[in-house]
């Protein structure tokens, strides 16, 4: 099992991931007749468990597998918890690990863990020095979009290019660093209880990631390390459960917050959350 986790692992790491995501965007965004891509649609929704009576757009209404992909829901079908201290799921997704930032190292799987600041590279990870992290995994049948699981201020934002490999069980568990290997595209939001930066991990098949508050867009041709902080009086306000922004496809969702700022609710790995669950409040 050890040996094949391994061939698998060593094949990823050497196969172009990043060219195969950008063809399979490309392919992901071509106009398709009805008569082909609704069977499709079916077939993914039937495979991969999607509840298609909370889409909002009518079956039969997508013109592209990713208009589909990036689906938006109807009202109400995620109502965000109105405790002014709740923090709430940014996405539907499972819970991978969550726990304290030590040494300035999070855990990725039981016995592998990587740096904040190759996470964050930029003085910016400072904030979050001996604070805490959630992870959360998208499976392809979750809704794609991601919203802020705090309100506050948008501070900025930092665009990091990097690898695009799976983000499937046995790579995590057995490819260290991987979170801060991969491309990333991490918001920053400015709360009264400090930042918390919400960090959206690239994956193989993740065509683009893309932000609702700004024109960036991950996964291109030419792509370079920016970040961007916005100026006092130029920060985008977000309320809670307010959309950030898409993966084009599912991936890995990573938010980290200040020290002594964060309390987790009762959760357990491998527990499904929705967008707007509370999981977490600020301590008093």
Same mark, same amino acid.
Request: hydrophobic share 40%; aromatic share 8%.
């Given at each position: 099992m050890a040996r094949n986790r391994n061939l698998a692992i060593f094949l990823f790491t050497i196969i172009p991931t990043g060219l195969l995501s950008r063809l399979f965007g490309h392919i992901a965004r071509i106009p398709l007749p009805g008569i082909v891509l609704n069977p499709v649609i079916r077939w993914y929704s039937k495979k991969f468990g999607v509840n298609t009576g909370e889409i909002l757009l009518p079956e039969g209404s997508f013109r592209t597998l990713d208009a589909f992909f990036t689906r938006q829901l109807r009202d109400g079908a995620r109502p965000v918890d109105n405790d002014p201290r709740s923090i709430v799921s940014p996405v539907d997704a499972r819970v991978d690990m969550f726990g304290d930032i030590g040494d300035a190292t999070i855990l990725q799987a039981k016995g592998v863990d990587y740096s904040l600041k190759d996470l964050i590279p930029s003085g910016f990870h400072r904030h979050f020095i001996a604070g805490s992290f959630l992870t959360l995994y998208l499976s392809p049948g979750d809704y794609h979009r991601i919203h802020s699981p705090v309100s506050g201020d948008i501070a900025g934002y930092f665009a990091v290019p990097g690898r695009l490999l799976t983000v499937q069980d046995y790579m995590v568990r057995g490819y260290r660093g991987l979170f801060a290997k991969n491309e990333r595209l991490i918001s920053y939001i400015r709360t009264s209880r400090?930042?918390?930066?919400?960090?959206?991990?690239?994956? %193989?098949?993740?065509? =683009? &990631?893309?932000?609702?508050?700004?024109?960036?867009?991950?996964?291109?041709?030419?792509?370079?390390?920016?970040?961007?902080?916005? @100026?006092?009086?130029? %920060? @985008?306000? &977000?309320?809670?459960?307010?959309? !950030?922004? &898409?993966?084009? !496809?599912?991936?890995?969702?990573?938010?980290?917050? @200040?020290?002594?700022?964060? =309390?987790?609710?009762? !959760? %357990? @790995?491998?527990?499904?959350?929705?967008?707007?669950?509370k999981i977490a409040a600020f301590i008093p």
């Open positions: 400090g930042m918390v930066a919400v960090c959206k991990i690239g994956a %193989m098949n993740v065509g =683009r &990631i893309t932000l609702s508050y700004s024109n960036v867009v991950t996964n291109c041709t030419f792509r370079k390390k920016e970040e961007r902080l916005y @100026p006092e009086g130029s %920060m @985008p306000r &977000i309320e809670k459960g307010g959309e !950030l922004g &898409i993966f084009h !496809l599912g991936s890995t969702v990573i938010l980290l917050f @200040p020290k002594n700022a964060a =309390r987790f609710e009762k !959760l %357990m @790995p491998g527990t499904k959350v929705v967008m707007g669950q």
